[in-house]
């Protein structure tokens, strides 16, 4: 049973405009989520995060939003860049600082030029 | 700056065989993990250790042992190689004390096939 979904395998923008890549959760004991980004034949790496307490969070071209009574979130990207093209990830952190993560399965983004 | 470093980064087993697949951190983390992450799908944990000399099971730690000796090493030890184990192994590392933690430092990956 998932407790972290991304509904969307795959998501292609246009160079230049907005990318929201979308992530649900079953479990409240979550309280901290954040978005890794992959590359091919890389490890994945942190791109930004948000605490339960928090609605939005802001980093740049990155903005995650989080609707806890629906409980979702996305990640948002303004403007696309073809170097954005990258399977991101969406992951959850359990209440209690057990530091464990739980992650979806990835949406593949391509930023065409 | 290394960061976090997994060695090998390809290997193909028999089934049967056994093989430690290696991992070392030079932040001076004391969380260390092991994920694996099958085709499509997300990184599930295996193993995690809070430090060294403590251990303990994630979501499919079957068929795994680890073992963490030092602050900087992780190593993680497959007995009997099962074709279910085809898989790509990422270890990671982050820092957490009196409740403050910051995100997982992945490695590159080891992409390991039973055959």
């Known amino acids: 049973d998932q407790q972290v979904k991304q509904n969307s395998p795959s998501l292609s923008v246009q160079e230049g405009r907005i990318s929201i890549l979308n992530c649900d959760y079953t479990n409240s004991m979550f309280d901290y989520f954040l978005w890794y980004k992959k590359y091919p034949a890389e490890g994945p790496t942190f791109l930004i995060s948000?605490?339960?307490?928090?609605d939005k969070n802001e980093d740049g071209r990155f903005t995650v939003f989080l609707n806890k009574s629906a409980k979702h979130l996305s990640l948002h990207i303004v403007p696309s860049q073809p170097g954005d093209s990258a399977v991101y990830f969406c992951a959850a952190r359990y209440k209690g600082g057990s530091e464990k993560l739980v992650f979806g399965k990835g949406t593949k983004l391509t930023v065409n030029p | 700056n290394a960061g976090v470093t997994q060695t090998p980064k390809f290997r193909i087993l028999k089934i049967g065989q056994s093989m430690t697949l290696q991992c070392a951190q030079d932040?001076?983390?004391?969380?260390m993990y092991w994920y694996r992450q099958d085709p499509g799908m997300g990184l599930k944990l295996i193993y995690y250790s809070v430090g060294a000399g403590i251990t303990d099971k994630g979501e499919v730690p079957n068929g795994y042992n680890v073992s963490r000796s030092t602050t900087e090493d992780f190593p993680l030890r497959l007995e009997l190689a099962a074709p279910s184990q085809t898989s790509v192994y990422f270890c990671?590392?982050?820092?957490?004390?009196?409740?403050?933690?910051?995100?997982?430092?992945f490695g590159d990956g080891t992409r390991l096939s039973i055959l």
């Open positions: 990671a590392s982050s820092y957490a004390t009196g409740g403050r933690s910051q995100p997982q430092h």
């Open positions: 948000i605490s339960s307490i928090k």
């Open positions: 932040m001076n983390h004391n969380y």
